[in-house]
């Protein structure tokens, strides 16, 4: 397993943008597919965004064209950036991590997840 701390939430008026970042520990990040994903009060965690160990990325359709999903294996950090926010967007977004070589959107493929970070949208 790799640990994940999750930065970069806040609040922010709709139409706004915030990028959130995941920093993993140990030397073997380039090999697991990362995921984000969010929890809303009251409500299951929702898959997100995905990026393989080589840079594909997947979307929910709720946030393509909005969100984008980048990683620098230099820096051990996955990346949410986040445009158009709309107040659904409110949630906690977990970072998560899996050796899956191609795992799906859901939350059972991840066995390594980040505490989490408040995303606030206003209206």
């Known amino acids: 397993q790799v640990q994940l701390v999750e930065s970069g939430g806040g609040l922010v008026q709709a139409g706004g943008s915030l990028r959130l970042s995941c920093a993993a520990s140990?030397?073997?990040?380039?090999?697991?597919?990362m995921g984000w994903f969010r929890q809303a009060p009251g409500k299951e965690r929702e898959f997100v965004a995905r990026?393989?160990?080589?840079?594909?990325?997947t979307y929910t359709d709720s946030v393509k064209g909005r969100f984008t999903i980048s990683r620098d294996n230099a820096k051990n950090t996955v990346y949410l950036q986040m445009n158009s926010l709309k107040p659904d967007d409110t949630a906690v977004y977990l970072c998560?991590?899996?050796?899956?070589?191609?795992?799906?959107?859901?939350?059972?493929?991840?066995?390594?997840w980040g505490q989490g970070t408040q995303v606030t949208v206003s209206s």
């Open positions: 990026i393989s160990r080589s840079g594909p990325s």
């Open positions: 140990g030397r073997t990040f380039s090999r697991y597919a």
């Open positions: 998560a991590a899996t050796d899956l070589w191609a795992p799906t959107a859901s939350p059972y493929d991840y066995d390594s």
